[in-house]
């Protein structure tokens, strides 16, 4: 599969800071998709994107599908310690078929 | 959304030995996915397994070591043959959602220790 590139690897803030993180693929892709890993626990969909230009928002959440269809971001506002965890994009040029993903952004809020 | 049971949700192993890993979906899907998650890494593709036929591997990942089973369209189990400590890791399985508002689900993760 195709690795996707997430930046940045890590983030450490302050509670109430606002947070953004991007992905960028070699190739384009007909779906983005943001999750949130806690430790222990497998990966929960936060955001799914399916069009070009696309920008949805989940509560603080907003993730945008890039024009280019390369690339996705995913910006947080007003962080809380809850925040904690481990953001991946994931991405793939067929739906149904299986998701190629980020490295990973890990989150440390601090209250 | 598919709600996905997996187990068991952790487990160690002594190398040599194997582990099957199971996943139940509460609804029917056409395709099932493994991935593999080592310690502090991402997600990692191990094969894609249909019902009805053999699965498909991902280059890095073969049968032998890996054998998949796909009985019906709400069951699939993973084995992870001959352990060895490089095994150690967490073992995922996913679906598509039905509809475009789902996304991939996946089952909370076996992390496996391999000593």
């Known amino acids: 599969g195709q690795q996707l590139n997430q930046s940045p690897q890590s983030m450490f803030i302050q509670e109430g800071e606002d947070v953004s993180m991007n992905c960028t693929s070699s190739?384009?892709?007909?779906?983005w998709l943001w999750y949130k890993q806690d430790p222990g626990e497998g990966p929960v969909l936060l955001i799914a994107?399916?069009?070009?230009?696309e920008l949805t928002s989940n509560g603080r959440l907003t993730a945008q599908f890039g024009i280019t269809r390369k690339d996705s971001f995913l910006n947080i506002s007003a962080s809380i310690p809850s925040d904690v965890g481990i953001y991946f994009c994931?991405?793939?040029?067929?739906?149904?078929?299986?998701?190629?993903f980020g490295k990973g952004t890990s989150l440390l809020v601090t209250p | 959304s598919a709600v996905i049971s997996q187990k068991p949700s952790r487990d160690i192993c002594q190398r040599g030995t194997s582990l099957t890993i199971q996943c139940q979906v509460d609804?029917?899907?056409?395709?099932m996915f493994w991935y593999r998650q080592q310690p502090g890494q991402s997600l990692t593709l191990i094969a894609t397994?249909?019902?009805?036929?053999?699965?498909?591997?991902e280059s890095g990942f073969v049968i032998d070591k890996f054998p998949i089973s796909r009985p019906n369209l709400t069951f699939s189990t993973l084995t992870v043959s001959n352990m060895s400590p490089e095994d150690s890791s967490i073992y995922l399985c996913?679906?598509?959602?039905?509809?475009?508002?789902?996304?991939?689900?996946f089952g909370s993760g076996t992390r496996l220790t391999v000593v």
């Open positions: 190739s384009i892709f007909n779906t």
């Open positions: 994107l399916y069009k070009a230009g």
């Open positions: 397994a249909n019902q009805g036929s053999e699965a498909t591997y």
């Open positions: 994931a991405g793939n040029s067929n739906s149904g078929y299986a998701l190629n």
């Open positions: 609804s029917q899907v056409t395709m």
């Open positions: 996913s679906v598509a959602a039905r509809g475009r508002e789902g996304g991939y689900t």
